[in-house]
């Protein structure tokens, strides 16, 4: 069996589904490797260092994808491409099927297998293959250090003969994997956090990180059999703005990470409580590529409101694109062997495997 990975689209996606460590683990269960030419030159690996692997390097994405059994991508290739994809081939990737329902619909129609990785169940089994987790690890980290770099202060309290310097305080929306390394690394720099979240559940998470958790009244019931966040009620909305308002009058930094899957982000930063924050505080909306958590964020772009920035980055793992390449590639390895099976040598789809039924797009 043969695996074959093209270059991605680099003004919008740096990460790539295959690096040379990963090329070892593939070749010890006896598949081969086929990859476009300069895959990963963008990242400072040269195609030699995949070829002395055993890596067959080509010159066009059209002849990786048709001398590939299976097409391993970090998003769903361009029309350009998807028109090579053949008979029983297998795709995957971070497919997005809330956004390319009906390509995807077209593509499946052709007995071609789309596997879309985000689609994965919370499940013991699955936790190796999680990419979700992976990335929003990263882009939590990256997070606190990007709006760090934009802020007029020092992070940590300092005192000094000249007199005391106070601690920045962070203020983090949504408790989930992004939210909780955000904490994390924000901590570790001497900030004082605070966070909040719609699952009580990451309550005890929070303050074993050294953050204070700010409860809403309600939350306990909010979140969803899979430990994702569920859509709020106006009620409740009121009574979380009441508590963001009188917090953010002492917030420095905010950091927004609460997403919804498949729908539009929440908007829970309004202009009301932007406007009493300190001048010159910072808000980074990792949400922004889904509409984003404050209501005035502007995708790929840096605002200022009220002396308040706002920064919206829509990729922010192009910015740390080695890391986020390896954990990826390790991701992926793990699902194409759990859907490798070594004794027939080909890949077999059995729907009775949660991990398979669930990311499968039918």
């Known amino acids: 069996m043969i695996v074959g990975s093209i270059?991605?689209?680099?003004?919008?996606?740096?990460?790539?589904?295959?690096?040379?460590?990963?090329?070892?683990?593939?070749?010890s269960l006896g598949i081969d490797i086929n990859l476009s030419k300069n895959y990963a030159s963008h990242l400072g690996i040269s195609d030699k260092v995949y070829q002395e692997e055993g890596v067959?390097?080509?010159?066009?994405?059209r002849e990786v994808i048709e001398n590939s059994s299976a097409i391993l991508q970090m998003s769903l290739i361009s029309d350009e491409n998807l028109k090579f994809?053949?008979?029983?081939?297998?795709?995957?990737?971070?497919?997005?099927?809330?956004?390319?329902?009906?390509?995807?619909?077209?593509?499946?129609?052709?007995?071609?297998?789309?596997?879309?990785?985000?689609?994965?169940?919370?499940?013991?089994?699955?936790?190796?293959?999680?990419?979700?987790?992976?990335?929003?690890?990263?882009?939590?980290?990256?997070a606190v250090v990007d709006s760090f770099s934009y802020f007029k202060k020092a992070i940590p309290m300092m005192m000094t003969a000249a007199g005391t310097i106070s601690a920045a305080k962070v203020l983090v929306v949504g408790a989930g994997v992004a939210g909780l390394q955000a904490i994390a690394t924000a901590k570790r720099m001497g900030a004082i956090v605070f966070a909040t979240d719609v699952r009580m559940t990451s309550k005890e998470q929070v303050e074993s990180l050294g953050g204070k958790f700010l409860t809403v009244e309600g939350s306990e019931n909010l979140e969803t059999e899979g430990g994702y966040a569920k859509e709020t009620s106006d009620e409740f909305k009121k009574k979380q703005e009441d508590l963001l308002k009188e917090t953010l009058k002492k917030i420095d930094i905010v950091i927004c990470t609460a997403l919804i899957p498949g729908k539009k982000a929440p908007t829970i930063i309004k202009k009301n409580m932007i406007d009493v924050m300190p001048n010159g505080s910072i808000i980074y909306d990792l949400a922004a590529s889904n509409g984003g958590n404050?209501?005035?964020?502007?995708?790929?772009?840096?605002?200022?409101?009220?002396?308040?920035?706002?920064?919206?980055?829509?990729?922010?793992?192009?910015?740390?694109?080695l890391s986020a390449s390896n954990l990826y590639s390790k991701n992926m390895f793990n699902f194409v062997n759990n859907l490798y099976d070594k004794e027939k040598k080909s890949f077999e789809i059995n729907l009775e495997d949660e991990i398979i039924k669930k990311t499968i797009i039918k």
């Not at 840096?302 to 910015?319: A, H, Q, S």
Request: aromatic fraction near 6%.
């Open 294 to 321: 404050s209501e005035f964020t502007k995708a790929n772009e840096v605002i200022e409101i009220n002396g308040v920035k706002i920064m919206g980055e829509t990729n922010i793992l192009n910015n740390l694109p």
């Open 85 to 142: 994809l053949k008979k029983d081939q297998i795709l995957i990737g971070v497919l997005n099927p809330y956004l390319n329902e009906k390509k995807l619909k077209e593509i499946s129609s052709n007995n071609i297998k789309c596997f879309s990785l985000e689609l994965l169940p919370r499940i013991t089994r699955a936790q190796s293959m999680d990419i979700l987790s992976s990335q929003a690890n990263l882009a939590g980290y990256k």
């Open 56 to 61: 067959t390097i080509f010159n066009t994405d």
């Open 7 to 27: 270059l991605e689209n680099t003004s919008l996606e740096k990460r790539v589904a295959i690096t040379p460590d990963a090329v070892k683990k593939y070749k």
